[in-house]
């Protein structure tokens, strides 16, 4: 019997991309989500390059009906990714707001 798909499930999990140079990268798993009825995963690369400001994250469809069939392609729709970095965008300001609430309810 096939494991179905958990959100949780990714919380600690990391991904290994390889970039287009050949370099591979250590991601963490930011986000998994879904929008428009497809799954979506947010990463982070683990380490980020000094000086950096600014956090990068990585945009990918999320494959797979189970963990077992588990697999990422490239967002190639400009108009599809500009749609999932904004639901990503509202999802965080969601979680932050949850946060602050939460916060001032311990208080």
């Known amino acids: 019997m096939e494991e ?8 600690e999990m990391t991904v290994t991309l390889e970039m287009e140079n050949g ?3 250590e991601c963490d798993v930011v986000l998994v989500f879904c929008e428009n009825s497809r799954n979506y995963i947010a990463l982070m690369p683990a380490e980020q390059e000094q000086g950096t400001k600014e956090t990068e994250i990585y ?4 494959t ?10 490239n967002i190639e729709e400009d108009e599809e990714y500009q749609e999932v970095a904004e639901r990503f965008e509202e999802i965080m300001d969601e ?3 949850s946060d602050v609430f ?4 311990e208080e």
Request: net charge negative; no cysteine.
């Open 4 to 11: 179905k798909l958990n959100f949780e499930d990714f919380s």
């Open 23 to 25: 370099i591979q990268m």
């Open 59 to 62: 945009f990918y469809r999320l």
């Open 64 to 73: 797979g009906a189970s963990m077992d069939e588990l697999g990422i392609e």
């Open 95 to 97: 979680q932050e707001f």
């Open 102 to 105: 939460a916060e001032k309810d």
